[in-house]
């Protein structure tokens, strides 16, 4: 069973797992589950995917139950009105916050059409805040150990793979990354931690319901063997304050 957190006449948004496609893709031809096929199942009407998210990426993810309102939603995203929160570990120690500004060139699947190879890069920015660091008595190149941090990071942009992408871009890539990190610490991750998935998560997503107009913050906890590795690191109290400060503000 997917994990719902929102549901109403409009829409509905769940906490999709790791290593779950969206939808069918000849990306992955023998991949038999897909998020839009098993929530559909499970509540029993057709959604309509509002956003991306990669495969290996978990968290917040919204659908809609009309084209009308899917196209609403996804005029929100493309106009910048939703703001987005994911969390991730990555190899190194970036600075303490910073903002990576760094045009893109738009990508594509291998089925889908092909662009235009002339085309400019994408403006892209994407905003990140440094919450914990860790060293491990693991050898990295001409180092004696590995430094790893955990981040929150603000895309502004929507580009395809942008986090990831930008994380590459300043040399801290995300653990479990095949295609834009480093085999070594995957490697390491999944053989020693015992933790082999992507270690990027879609935390907390705030739009604006198409109909009635108010504020909607959705927010997916961390679990499973991403919640676990914090609590290994000794992180898991800082994932308790980041948790509250998506929730909003405390009372007083």
Excluded at 122 to 140: G, K
Excluded at 200 to 207: E, I, P, Q, R, S
Aim: charge should be positive; glycine fraction near 6%; proline fraction near 6%.
């Amino acid at each position: 069973m997917l994990k719902l957190l929102h549901l109403d006449d409009d829409l509905v948004a769940i906490d999709k797992p790791a290593g779950l496609l969206v939808h069918r893709s000849m990306l992955d031809r023998h991949e038999t589950r897909f998020a839009v096929q098993l929530l559909r199942d499970q509540i029993g009407r057709r959604v309509i995917p509002v956003h991306r998210l990669d495969k290996g990426t978990s968290g917040v993810l919204v659908f809609a139950f009309e084209r009308e309102t899917a196209a609403a939603l996804a005029a929100q995203f493309e106009t910048r009105a939703v703001e987005k929160r994911y969390l991730a570990v990555v190899r190194g120690w970036p600075d303490e916050a910073g903002v990576i500004e760094h045009p893109l060139k738009v990508v594509r699947d291998e089925y889908e059409l092909p662009i235009d190879g002339l085309a400019p890069p994408q403006e892209a920015r994407t905003a990140y805040r440094r919450l914990a660091t860790i060293e491990l008595p693991v050898p990295d190149d001409r180092h004696p150990t590995s430094r790893y941090a955990w981040l929150e990071l603000a895309p502004e942009t929507g580009r395809r793979h942008q986090i990831r992408r930008h994380l590459k871009h300043i040399s801290h890539p995300v653990i479990g990354d095949a295609t834009y990190g480093k085999g070594r610490h995957n490697r390491m991750f999944a053989e020693q931690l015992g933790c082999a998935r992507l270690l990027l998560h879609c935390a907390a997503m705030t739009l604006q319901h198409p109909r009635s107009g108010q504020v909607l913050a959705l927010q997916a906890d961390l679990s499973g063997d991403y919640a676990s590795l914090l609590q290994r690191f000794g992180w898991d109290g800082e994932l308790a304050r980041v948790s509250r400060s998506f929730s909003g503000p405390e009372s007083p």
